[in-house]
């Protein structure tokens, strides 16, 4: 029976693909249609449904989930006053002096904005429609447009605090505790201050790389007009630049919380916004409509994403999993490549918050058995599945941009525009791999605990952590 959990998964990722329809729902009708039939073929009892409520119950009060409308607002905000066109033009401000001044001011607003949206494709629906005309006004090129936007649009993935990386984080943790609670190791739990600062370097270099290589290609091009501001302009820029910045440093550095810094940076732009005029009653419910369809559709995906993997659990397929993963134990230099490489085979199909929810709880837990260092493999995780957003053909971001930018780009132009990219995220890539240091600089010591402080915290976290993880895995063991 275990097998069958394996064809769900794959009957899930065929139908997303053909029939278009939204994730949610297709992982809702899949887990209802399969539960349906395990029940009648006697793989497991009925009964185990009953656990459904109280795991979405549990995981809908963690607090972090707290921060994600707050982090939709600010989206939303940015959006429709539209600050997004006004950070571009003063990018372009700033560096006038290069010839790629467009793509450098879109790559810097995507590394300030796409924290905010959080998804690969709410930041392309942001910057596309704020970025690209502004690109297209400078004389960029269709293709190098379109691989800029792209680019930026993927760049909340690796910088933090993302609300990529903090829910990322928490999954880690989550797998992390599991993985303890199996093996018995006496090692400290990961957490998410941990995979911030992991990803803080790796993340950095990516944009280092973005804007070293948008220069280098526009070497030759002459320097666009330089771009006209307001004072007016210029200091609103430079007071929602210092607000983003100043909070998401925050968060970064453990000094505010994720939910604090929404909510601040929300009441802050929306008090500037009504301040200034510029958000009217029309343009208010815009940004509540956008700020709750987002965060509907979050959660929506959050509960069918728990539905799906506790049938998935349910007929023993993350055991199927962890026994194939087991057998590649004892050669980790194949074992953390395969899981790398079945994430970027997924990330063509699912967006960032449908892997952290649906493939991250079924790989990392027998991964993290094996591999001690979570943070770095979360750092990993989160690079290649960047990368995987940006491989031609299927890459979630260029099959989102086609429908998005007004210029339909070809396939091999894209591609030879985002070939230079590609390739020096993969060696980055492989430097991570190769030299688990470049994560760890940032981080305090890990030593061991004394085996009873391992144990109690282990215990701890265990009660606070995955308790909807026990729930599901108890109901198919007692059956």
Same mark, same amino acid.
């Given at each position: 029976?275990?097998?069958?959990?394996?064809?769900?998964?794959?009957?899930a990722m065929i139908?997303?693909?053909?029939?278009?329809?939204?994730?949610?729902?297709?992982?809702?009708?899949?887990?209802?249609?399969?539960?349906?039939?395990?029940?009648?073929?006697?793989?497991?009892?009925?009964?185990?449904?009953?656990?459904?409520?109280?795991?979405?119950?549990?995981?809908?009060?963690?607090?972090?989930?707290?921060?994600?409308?707050?982090?939709?607002?600010?989206?939303?905000?940015?959006?429709? =006053?539209?600050?997004?066109?006004? =950070?571009?033009?003063? /990018?372009?401000?700033?560096?006038?002096?290069?010839?790629?001044?467009?793509?450098?001011?879109?790559?810097?607003?995507?590394?300030?904005?796409?924290?905010?949206?959080?998804?690969?494709? &709410?930041? %392309?629906?942001?910057?596309?429609?704020?970025?690209?005309?502004?690109?297209?006004? /400078?004389? @960029?090129?269709?293709?190098?447009?379109?691989?800029?936007?792209?680019?930026?649009?993927?760049?909340?993935?690796?910088?933090?605090?993302?609300?990529v990386l903090l829910?990322?984080?928490?999954?880690?943790?989550?797998?992390?505790?599991?993985?303890?609670?199996?093996?018995? +190791?006496?090692?400290?739990?990961?957490?998410?201050?941990?995979?911030?600062?992991?990803?803080?370097?790796?993340?950095?270099?990516?944009?280092?790389?973005?804007?070293?290589?948008?220069?280098?290609?526009?070497?030759? @091009?002459?320097?666009?007009?330089r771009v006209a501001?307001?004072?007016?302009?210029?200091?609103?820029?430079?007071?929602? @630049?210092?607000?983003?910045?100043?909070?998401?440093?925050?968060?970064?550095?453990?000094?505010?919380?994720?939910?604090?810094?929404?909510?601040?940076?929300?009441?802050?732009?929306?008090?500037?916004?009504?301040?200034?005029?510029?958000?009217?009653?029309?343009?208010?419910?815009?940004?509540?409509?956008?700020?709750?369809?987002?965060?509907?559709?979050?959660?929506?995906?959050?509960?069918? !994403? @728990?539905?799906?993997?506790?049938?998935?659990?349910?007929?023993?397929?993350?055991? %199927?999993?962890?026994?194939?993963?087991?057998?590649?134990?004892?050669?980790?230099?194949? %074992?953390?490549?395969?899981? =790398?490489?079945?994430?970027?085979?997924?990330?063509?199909?699912?967006?960032?918050?449908?892997?952290?929810?649906?493939?991250?709880?079924?790989?990392?837990?027998?991964?993290?058995?094996?591999?001690?260092?979570?943070?770095?493999?979360?750092?990993?995780?989160?690079?290649?599945?960047?990368? /995987?957003?940006?491989?031609?053909?299927?890459?979630? !971001? %260029?099959?989102?941009?086609?429908?998005?930018?007004?210029?339909?780009?070809?396939?091999?132009?894209?591609?030879?525009?985002?070939?230079?990219?590609?390739?020096?995220?993969?060696?980055?890539?492989?430097?991570?791999?190769?030299?688990?240091?470049?994560?760890?600089?940032?981080? !305090?010591?890990?030593?061991?605990?004394?085996?009873?402080?391992?144990?109690?915290?282990?215990?701890?976290?265990?009660?606070? +952590?995955?308790? &909807?993880?026990?729930?599901?895995?108890?109901?198919?063991?007692?059956?």
């Amino acid at each position: 029976m275990s097998a069958l959990g394996l064809v769900m998964f794959a009957v899930a990722m065929i139908l997303i693909i053909a029939t278009g329809l939204p994730v949610y729902a297709v992982l809702l009708a899949v887990a209802a249609l399969f539960g349906a039939l395990g029940i009648a073929l006697g793989a497991f009892d009925a009964a185990l449904l009953q656990a459904l409520p109280l795991r979405i119950v549990g995981l809908l009060e963690h607090d972090l989930l707290q921060a994600l409308p707050l982090y939709a607002f600010i989206g939303a905000l940015l959006n429709r =006053l539209p600050l997004a066109a006004l =950070l571009q033009r003063a /990018g372009q401000r700033l560096f006038a002096r290069s010839a790629a001044s467009g793509e450098l001011a879109a790559l810097s607003v995507g590394a300030l904005l796409a924290p905010m949206n959080g998804s690969v494709g &709410a930041s %392309l629906h942001t910057l596309a429609r704020s970025i690209v005309p502004a690109l297209a006004a /400078g004389g @960029t090129p269709s293709a190098r447009s379109a691989a800029t936007v792209c680019v930026a649009s993927t760049l909340g993935i690796v910088i933090p605090p993302s609300l990529v990386l903090l829910l990322l984080g928490d999954a880690m943790m989550r797998a992390h505790t599991e993985a303890v609670n199996l093996s018995h +190791a006496a090692v400290r739990i990961v957490n998410t201050q941990d995979v911030m600062r992991a990803a803080l370097l790796p993340g950095l270099a990516v944009l280092l790389i973005a804007w070293a290589l948008a220069a280098w290609g526009a070497r030759s @091009t002459a320097p666009a007009p330089r771009v006209a501001l307001s004072g007016g302009e210029l200091w609103a820029a430079v007071g929602v @630049t210092a607000i983003i910045a100043g909070l998401l440093g925050g968060v970064a550095l453990g000094r505010l919380y994720a939910v604090e810094a929404a909510a601040s940076g929300a009441l802050l732009l929306a008090a500037g916004a009504c301040i200034g005029g510029g958000l009217g009653r029309s343009r208010w419910r815009l940004v509540l409509h956008d700020t709750m369809a987002l965060t509907g559709a979050l959660f929506a995906l959050l509960i069918a !994403a @728990t539905s799906f993997s506790l049938i998935v659990r349910a007929f023993g397929a993350d055991r %199927l999993i962890a026994e194939g993963l087991h057998a590649l134990a004892g050669r980790p230099a194949l %074992l953390l490549p395969s899981v =790398l490489g079945g994430l970027i085979a997924c990330s063509f199909v699912l967006d960032a918050f449908e892997m952290i929810f649906l493939v991250i709880p079924l790989v990392m837990p027998p991964l993290l058995v094996a591999v001690d260092d979570a943070a770095w493999v979360a750092a990993l995780t989160l690079l290649v599945l960047q990368l /995987g957003f940006l491989l031609p053909p299927f890459g979630y !971001a %260029l099959v989102m941009s086609r429908s998005l930018l007004p210029v339909r780009v070809g396939t091999r132009a894209l591609a030879r525009a985002l070939a230079p990219q590609l390739l020096a995220q993969a060696l980055l890539i492989g430097a991570v791999l190769a030299f688990p240091q470049i994560t760890r600089w940032a981080r !305090a010591a890990e030593s061991a605990p004394p085996a009873s402080a391992a144990a109690d915290e282990t215990e701890r976290l265990m009660q606070e +952590a995955i308790r &909807a993880q026990q729930q599901e895995r108890a109901a198919p063991d007692a059956h």
